[in-house]
C-alpha cells in the first residue's frame, strides 16, 4: 500500500515556473514508477511525464517535453515535476500515481494523490 500527496501547486503568471512534489509513504517506494497526470474539468485525466523506479527511464507527453522535468529521491520517497516556461494550457489539477512498471496509461497505475491544483494566468 503507498500514500501520495501532491503539493508545490499555485497561482503563476504564464512564463513563469512551478516545482510539484509527491511525498509518498511506505517502505516500497524504490520499487514503483511514478507519474505524473492532469486533469481539467470534464476531460480525462493526461498523461505528463513518468519516471522508472530507480529513476533511470523518463517519458514525457510531447505537449510539456522541454519544458518540464521529472526526478525523484528515493531516499526521501518522493517525485518531483518541475515545471518551466508555463501557459495557461497547463492550468489542470496535477495527479502523481504509483505503478509498477513505466507507463503512459492511467488504467495501469495502483495508488493515486489526491491532487494540487496548477493555475497558469495569462
Known amino acids: 500500500q503507498v500514500q501520495l500527496v501532491e503539493s508545490g501547486g499555485g497561482l503563476v503568471q504564464a512564463g513563469g515556473s512551478l516545482r510539484l512534489s509527491c511525498a509518498a509513504s511506505?517502505?516500497?517506494?524504490?520499487?514503483?514508477?511514478m507519474g505524473w497526470f492532469r486533469q481539467t474539468p470534464g476531460e480525462e485525466r493526461e498523461f505528463v511525464a513518468a519516471?522508472?523506479?530507480?529513476?533511470?527511464?523518463?517519458d514525457y507527453a510531447d505537449s510539456v517535453k522541454g519544458r518540464f522535468a521529472i526526478s525523484r529521491d528515493n531516499a526521501q520517497n518522493t517525485v518531483f515535476l518541475q515545471m518551466n516556461s508555463l501557459t495557461p494550457e497547463d492550468t489542470a489539477v496535477y495527479y502523481c500515481?504509483?505503478?509498477?512498471?513505466?507507463?503512459?496509461?492511467?488504467?495501469?497505475?495502483?495508488?493515486w494523490g489526491q491532487g494540487t491544483q496548477v493555475t497558469v494566468s495569462s
Open positions: 519516471i522508472s523506479s530507480r529513476g533511470y527511464s523518463t
Open positions: 500515481a504509483a505503478n509498477g512498471l513505466i507507463t503512459r496509461a492511467a488504467t495501469r497505475y495502483d495508488y
Open positions: 511506505g517502505r516500497s517506494f524504490s520499487t514503483y514508477a
